[in-house]
């Protein structure tokens, strides 16, 4: 079967709430669509390298204010089957992110609104 490619945002925090550390010992942290740290199931799948690079530029901001500059943060490549779930996962957080960036909403209790 056919591999597909996505992208997505690890973080890497040095400063943390302790909730978070036990996330980043065994997973690692990523960014969801909706701006918030996560572990690899609920990260965001993203359709290109090049939205991830403007979704994390966007994000930013937010990054300095939770971690001031105790953050890294690089762009993944990852591979999946081109299974439909996958594929629908891709084009739905590339949707909500694309939203995000449109109306620089950055806040993760405040959802987006896509077509």
Known sequence: MALLDYWAIFIEVKEFKPSLSIQQMRDGLYLSPNVKLSGFPSMAYIESEQLAKEYLKACVPVFEKRYKHGYE???????????????????????????????????????????
């Open 73 to 115: 943060a690089e762009v993944q490549k990852h591979s999946a089957s081109k299974h439909k779930s996958v594929v629908s996962r891709i084009e739905r957080d590339s949707a909500i992110i694309r939203e995000r960036i449109k109306t620089c909403n950055f806040a993760p209790n405040k959802k987006v609104e896509i077509a």
